[in-house]
């Protein structure tokens, strides 16, 4: 039995067709907590300032990205631009380049999106847990409105919303799954074509759960750290 594993694995190469399926699964999760949270952050304030209007729409945006599924999320972004992406590339002759490159670039917009609207919720909160005193210390101090949220409510928040951003963090590294509809080959989608090929199932679904918890596993050790290191100093009450 271990020798055919071995076969399968390593002479077939599909051990490395699961590892390069976790990279792009890694480089998704990534890229997605990034722009998602770098959009959230100011998404973030202005909602948590209340600013007319602005805060509505940004409030609907959360509420409706998280109150539909992933996949379908997906789904309209591929399927809703697809077609006139592809005909704008076709003009000006990139037709095989966009082919190759919208599936990426759709399942990044996808997973970010998904990522900004719990990220949005996450900050707010923190915002809003900043306790009230200490402000009211700053203001004491002369401190203007722009120094005072520079330098002590946002790095507060941040510190306070790292518990929160993991939890993201760990939802969008398994939401990348989703964006296998669309062709890529990520983890998922190479455990998958590793099972048909070799009417294999248990053992590549099998490895793809144990990378996928060796992923989220790590991060959580890096988050652990992180957290410790941004609370020292501070009281544990």
């Not at 380049?97 to 949005?120: L, M, T």
């Not at 203001?139 to 946002?154: A, C, E, G």
């Not at 919303?161 to 939401?175: P, R, S, Y």
């Amino acid at each position: 039995m271990l020798h055919d594993i071995w076969v399968l694995m390593v002479e077939k190469g599909w051990l490395l067709a699961l590892l390069r399926g976790a990279g792009i699964t890694i480089l998704i999760g990534c890229v997605g907590v990034v722009v998602g949270l770098a959009a959230a952050i100011p998404l973030a304030i202005l909602r948590w300032r209340r600013v007319p209007a602005v805060s509505q729409l940004v409030d609907a945006y959360s509420i409706v990205i998280r109150g539909v599924p992933g996949l379908l999320v997906i789904y309209l972004l591929f399927f809703g631009s697809v077609d006139w992406v592809q005909n704008i590339a076709t003009a000006f002759g990139y037709a095989n380049s966009a082919e190759n490159a919208y599936p990426f670039i759709v399942g990044i917009i996808a997973i970010a999106a998904i990522s900004c609207a719990y990220s949005i919720e996450v900050i707010r909160g923190a915002l809003q847990a900043v306790p009230v005193g200490l402000l009211e210390a700053a203001r004491s101090l002369s401190l203007s409105q722009r120094v005072t949220f520079l330098r002590v409510t946002l790095p507060l928040a941040l510190r306070l919303a790292l518990g929160g951003i993991n939890n993201v963090w760990q939802m969008t590294i398994k939401d990348t799954s989703l964006v296998s509809v669309v062709g890529m080959q990520e983890l998922m989608r190479a455990a998958a074509v590793a099972a048909g090929i070799t009417r294999s199932p248990l053992l590549f679904y099998c490895l793809a759960a144990a990378m996928f918890f060796a992923i989220t596993a790590a991060s959580q050790v890096l988050f652990g750290r992180a957290e410790r290191h941004f609370n020292r100093g501070f009281s544990r009450d």
